[in-house]
């Protein structure tokens, strides 16, 4: 395989971790976010300051960028996530905002808006389809245990699943923080993937393209999560020789689903085989239709 397609399949699969993470709270727990993007950049700085300043191997940065993260968002769940609706949402934004702010203006340590250059290049096409493999059979065990049927209860409505007697704060809480894990390994493997990174490269507008890429995909669907983050960055990269047009196009495509299909591609539905059967059936029942009209 050419070192082109090589490197978009690993982009990718970096594109879908962090995408998995946003799912969690967004998709299962029904919490909107516009922060994430922060949590990515403090599991990229993690890994990159270990691997560069403190010659750690690249495999225990990764995991300890994505505590790092996990870390942080469990901190900061705790006193915000007693808001609901917009106003986590809005409170969200500024948090991820600030971490981009405080990696930005911590020079000593952060090397500031410079960038931080020099980081191995470490995300191969095998480890990131790796890393991809594990924490995707991670999440989908995650989403059809008992913890995950407590986030969806949490999303269906927090109120009842309080009355019930879930601890839904404490859910609440616990998915953030897998959440924020998921982005930190995300921006890990981002940074050796580039070998230099920016705060600019974390700001609101990554934020923004993590949460269309979760509804795109569909709302309380792993797969169609998957499946979204590899259509939108498909379609980013094979249109990159009309860069001027390629964005219009990304937004289009947006704009289309949502019009044909505002659940998503996949809604609430997993890809599995019992729901492909379905849908061949359902196509297959069009088609017998139409030819009985034609005749």
């Keep these: 395989m050419g070192g082109y397609a090589s490197g978009i399949i690993a982009l990718l699969a970096v594109n879908c971790i962090a995408a998995m993470g946003v799912s969690l709270f967004t998709g299962f727990t029904g ?20 691997t560069v300043q403190h010659g750690v191997h690249w495999l225990p940065a990764i995991i300890a960028g994505g505590g790092a ?28 905002e600030a971490i981009r702010l405080v990696i930005e203006n911590w020079n000593s340590v952060t090397r500031g808006a410079r960038g931080y250059p020099g980081i191995d290049n470490y995300t191969t096409m095998p480890v990131a389809l790796g890393f991809l493999a594990v924490m995707a059979a991670g999440m989908f065990f995650l989403v059809n245990s008992n913890f995950g049927r407590a986030f969806k209860a949490c999303r269906d409505d927090y109120v009842a699943a309080s009355l019930l007697g879930f601890n839904t704060s404490r859910y609440r ?7 924020g894990f998921y982005c930190g390994v995300s921006g890990a493997l981002l940074a050796g993937y580039m070998s230099f990174i920016q705060p600019v490269m974390f700001d609101m507008a990554k934020s923004t393209e993590l949460v269309s890429i979760v509804v795109f995909g569909g709302l309380g669907s792993m797969s ?9 960055t498909l379609i980013t990269e094979l249109f990159r020789p009309i860069s001027l047009y390629r964005m219009l196009i990304y937004g289009l495509v947006l704009v289309v689903v949502m019009v044909a299909r505002p659940e998503g591609i996949m809604g609430t539905n997993e890809l599995t085989p019992r729901f492909i059967r379905r849908v061949i059936g359902r ?11 034609a005749r």
């Design 31 to 50: 919490i909107f976010t516009l922060g994430h993007a922060g949590y990515m950049a403090i599991g990229a700085y993690a890994s990159a300051i270990l």
């Design 69 to 96: 993260a996990m870390f942080v968002a469990w901190l900061i769940g705790m006193p915000t996530l007693r808001l609901v609706g917009d106003y986590y949402t809005i409170a969200s934004l500024g948090l991820g």
């Design 173 to 179: 809480v616990l998915s953030l923080a897998v959440s």
């Design 224 to 232: 169609g999560c998957l499946l979204g983050t590899a259509i939108l």
């Design 283 to 293: 196509f297959a029942d069009a088609r017998r239709s139409a030819g009985d009209k």
